[in-house]
């Protein structure tokens, strides 16, 4: 059983900052990949940014920028600071690991419950 709780959600007005933070516990050997994904209602989720093992990064162009991913491996703790908020932000984020859970096995992907975040004009 893997477990990620995301956490720093909240209301923010435009132009502000928030951080978000996501952590896994469970049954975990590794984790590759981190990433932080969002869906506004009525929209598809979509990829915000991702981190590999190696700690390489790519965004959403939408995102450029404005928001940073990183990683505490040894935390097992994935981070998205946002700044610059825009009202267009406003979403559910959730974040998403790929986990290996045994020597041996292979990679599953481990999804977050979905933190809010909404961005005031």
């Known amino acids: 059983q893997v477990q990620l709780v995301e956490s720093g959600g909240g209301l923010v007005q435009a132009g502000g900052s928030l951080r978000l933070s996501c952590a896994a516990s469970?049954?975990?050997?590794?984790?590759?990949?981190m990433g932080w994904y969002r869906q506004a209602p009525g929209k598809q989720r979509e990829l915000v940014a991702r981190?590999?093992?190696?700690?390489?990064?790519n965004y959403a162009d939408s995102v450029k920028g404005r928001f940073t991913i990183s990683r505490d491996s040894a935390k097992k703790t994935v981070y998205l600071q946002m700044s610059s908020l825009k009202p267009e932000d406003t979403a559910v984020y959730y974040c998403s690991m790929q986990i290996i859970n045994y020597v041996g096995s292979t990679y599953s992907d481990y999804w977050g419950q979905g933190t809010q975040v909404t961005v005031s004009s």
């Open positions: 469970g049954s975990i050997f590794s984790i590759n990949a």
């Open positions: 981190i590999t093992s190696r700690s390489s990064t």
